[in-house]
């Protein structure tokens, strides 16, 4: 029988996220030994990165950072949340947001092309799928300048690396709190778009081709189906914009209200939430 505890199979399992079996496997074949198991699991993970393609990528983190008043944002993705929360995938989330950080990156090519460590990002997602024994992803990255860029990042469970992250850019003096907040709020509410000019002309074009359809089917009389669509919008915009949204802290004002108060202006955003 090899030589090792129980201690050494939990050891394993949080330095490469690889599942029980596997690692027990390892270990036997390493006789033990945790750095040549190590690289059994590496290898074997290698030869099976082809059978992982198909895989659904569901779990996984969001990272960020905020540098010289730029901010980047990338969601790393994995097939299970055991892998997401180990500490290799976080290493590797991190790696990739340092490629992000350091090349400057505002799209996927490029960040796949970047390099942090001595590899690119690209060779560095193989690595790490062969390491977790599961598809690894990077799915996205966004990078947001502004006057004053806030960012937030939540754990939707205490266990979990973060599952939603918050860019914000404000304008202003001494904006960092209300910045904060707001950058809250975006994580809560989850708004599309910034005001009603930065919705695509056809979206608000379906939207009010669906409130007249549903007007006129509800029998409404003809004279007052514009001024129900003109509602119905309204209602559209307050939903998906953040500035026409209530304010998550004080639902009595809306966000542009709270911010004109703070002396603030926002200027853009974005949200990641893992796997949506």
Known sequence: ???????????????TGAGMLDVKKALDEADGDQQKAMEIIRVKGL??????????????????RVQD??????????????????APFIDFGNSVLEAAVVNDVDNLEDLLKAESNGKTVEEQVTEAGALLGEKVIVRRVARLKGAHVSQYLHKTSKDLP???????????????????D?????????????????????????????????????????RIIPQIVEGRLKGFFKENTLLDQDFAK?????????????GAKATGFVRFRVGN
């Not at 008043?69 to 180990?86: Q, R």
């Open 1 to 15: 029988m090899a030589n090792y505890t129980a201690a050494d199979i939990k050891a394993l399992r949080e330095r």
């Open 47 to 64: 030869k099976g990165v082809t059978k992982r393609e198909g895989r659904a990528t569901a779990e996984g983190l969001v990272a960020a």
């Open 69 to 86: 008043g730029v901010g980047y944002l990338v969601e790393v993705n994995s097939e299970t949340d055991f892998v997401a929360k180990s």
């Open 162 to 180: 973060a599952q939603v992250g918050v860019l914000l850019a404000v304008e202003g003096e001494n904006v960092e709190e209300i910045a904060h």
């Open 182 to 222: 707001v950058a809250v709020h975006i994580a809560a509410m989850s708004p599309k778009f910034l005001d009603e000019t930065s919705i695509p002309e056809n979206e608000v074009a379906d939207e009010r081709r669906v409130a007249e359809e549903t007007a006129k089917a509800e029998g409404k009389p003809e």
């Open 250 to 262: 004080d639902s009595k004002k809306s966000v542009r209200q709270v911010l004109e108060e703070a």
